[in-house]
């Protein structure tokens, strides 16, 4: 069985085996801040797409773990 935690231990050798599993952002289409859910065990650089949670608008997520565990979060207006 693989631990999850050991995994993290991987992609974070210097961290104390914690990752930040929230962030905050703001709507590029409505100007409301939206609390979204991070997965640390989804790699250290992720590009996925999420709807705003207020407008429903599709926002194109960028996230980047540093080696202590936390997250840089970016989002844009998703091309159509």
């Known amino acids: 069985m693989i631990d999850f935690f050991d995994d993290l231990d991987d ?20 100007g409301e801040e939206n609390t979204i859910a ?7 650089d992720q590009d996925y797409v999420e709807d705003c949670q207020v407008c ?4 194109r997520v960028r996230v980047h773990y540093d080696d ?5 979060v970016a989002i844009e207006p998703e091309a159509a």
């Open 11 to 30: 992609e974070f050798p210097l961290g104390d085996g914690t990752a930040d599993t929230a962030g905050s952002v703001i709507c590029p289409y409505c």
């Open 38 to 44: 991070l997965d640390p065990g989804s790699g250290g």
């Open 56 to 59: 429903c608008q599709p926002w």
């Open 68 to 72: 202590q565990g936390s997250a840089s």
